[in-house]
């Protein structure tokens, strides 16, 4: 499975997800998509409500490893499916806005439990053609 913005990449065990951007709020932002794309089908998810998650500024792989983090328990604690998400650099940290609405069984099917986020192969790499993240998703 893959989409436009991130590729699923070989690995012996969970998911290695890699995620491309313009720029590192972009990366924060799509990656945080990335991983509900994981979750379901985000084509079905209505855009009804508006959350936002305020992260302290940090080096770029452990500021990417908290948005992953709270993205994730977006879903397990709250039941809520991101359908698009944005991010802005604000007063040294990072906001990310997200926008969609809490799971409704009748409309929305779980393609896989993702369980955590993990620190290991984590990298944010700043190129000529933007920013490239890879993390792995234990599921």
């Known amino acids: 499975m893959s989409g436009g913005a991130y590729r699923l990449l070989p690995h012996t065990a969970d998911l ?8 590192f709020p972009s990366l924060c932002a799509r990656s ?3 991983v509900f794309s994981l979750l379901t089908d985000r084509r079905r998810v209505r855009r009804s409500e508006r959350r936002s998650l305020d992260f302290a500024s940090e080096p770029p792989e452990e500021l990417l490893l908290s948005v992953l983090r709270g993205s994730l328990l977006l879903f397990s604690l709250d039941r809520f499916l991101v359908r698009e998400a944005d991010a802005n ?8 806005a997200v926008a ?3 799971m409704d069984a009748g409309r929305h099917s779980i393609c896989r439990e993702i369980k955590a986020v993990t620190a290991h192969a984590l990298s944010v790499k700043d190129g000529p053609s933007g920013f490239v993240a890879r993390f792995v998703l234990d599921v």
């Open 89 to 96: 650099m604000e007063g040294g940290g990072l906001a990310l």
């Open 32 to 34: 945080a998509e990335a």
């Open 100 to 102: 969609g609405e809490p």
């Open 16 to 23: 290695l997800v890699e995620v491309r951007a313009p720029d």
